[in-house]
């Protein structure tokens, strides 16, 4: 997988939530409530994705908002654990799952044009015996608000095992909205030529976007050696450069034994940071968290 900096590319910033259920099927409101509601607090674009079902939503999207369909859907677990929990962005007809391997149904999601999304899988207590099976994700859930319930709404090492050991993954946070209380608190910034279904799904698709509790990440990029505009010492493979939003601390997250965690100063915050590429690295991916708190997540850097 190439990475494709969205911090450089042409296009706006849309903000939208990829995994939001209705009273289709276990939700608390209607999905004219749950569009009203996020549409109220600055959302450009949602996804519906009701327990195996697929809602006609395009009635809700206008020139402001844009409504995308979808399922959560959930096959059996062939080797040993809980049910797994796909979310299918963008698919037009309901999939049936029963007595199917998921990797079948993943296939059927993107034969419809749809994007599939590995959901909470700590909250599912999955471990690499259950992921590294699957093929056909193009995303996972590292942070899920409706998990932080049970203390399991993270999944960040879940991400880095599959960078580790199956390849390139893109990481997600989202809502998973059922209630009033689980709203809002996780969400994508999707850098896109235009707010329509087809622009929003090749920035997905790109991994033109990154993750957020709300911090903001204003670059991340490879800054290649020999730079003539730029020296950050004798290094011959480049470096990883970061800009964002104040914060106390950045992680460069690169898999077992290498990777850097950096501090603000006592009355300093950190607003940007450089690792130094040391050669060992399969990825690279941005971890920042504000004063609040609150984390944001770039997506990953293939080397």
């Known amino acids: ?25 276990d939700g608390s409101f209607s999905i004219s409530d749950c569009v009203e509601a996020y549409k109220q607090h600055k959302y450009d674009f949602v996804v519906i994705t009701d327990h195996h079902e697929v809602s006609t939503v395009s009635g809700y999207s206008d020139e402001d908002f844009l409504v995308i369909p979808g399922s959560e859907l959930h096959p059996d677990n062939p080797y040993g654990g809980t049910l797994y929990h796909i979310v299918a962005i963008n698919i037009h007809k309901k999939i049936p799952v029963q007595e199917r391997h998921p990797n079948e149904i993943m296939k059927e999601v993107a034969g419809q044009g749809g994007l599939s999304v590995l959901a909470h899988p700590y909250w599912s207590g999955h471990t690499v015996t259950d992921l590294l099976p699957l093929k056909g994700y193009f995303a996972m859930e590292v942070f899920n608000t409706a998990c932080d319930k049970m203390g399991r709404a993270f999944s960040e090492s879940h991400w880095d095992d599959l960078l580790d050991r199956a390849g390139p993954v893109l990481g997600i946070a989202c809502d998973d909205s059922h209630y009033m209380d689980d709203r809002y608190a996780g969400w994508i910034m999707v850098k896109s030529r235009n707010l329509t279904i087809a622009g929003i799904m090749q920035s997905l698709k790109q991994g033109m976007f990154y993750s957020t509790q ?15 505009e730029k020296s950050y010492g004798e290094n011959k493979r480049g470096m ?18 290498f990777g850097k965690q950096i501090y603000s100063g006592k009355n300093q915050l950190l607003t940007e940071a450089v690792y130094e590429i040391d050669g060992h690295e399969k990825y690279i991916r941005l971890e920042i968290v504000s004063p609040e708190g609150k984390k944001a997540w770039s997506q990953p850097i293939i080397l």
């Open 214 to 228: 709300g911090p903001e990440i204003f670059d991340f990029r490879i800054e290649e050696p020999g730079n003539p």
């Open 240 to 257: 990883i450069v970061a800009g964002f939003s104040p914060s106390v601390s950045a992680a460069f997250i690169t898999g077992p034994c």
């Open 1 to 25: 997988m190439k990475y494709n900096n969205p911090f450089k590319e042409d296009g706006k910033w849309y903000r939208g939530n990829t995994h939001i259920h209705s009273t289709v099927s």
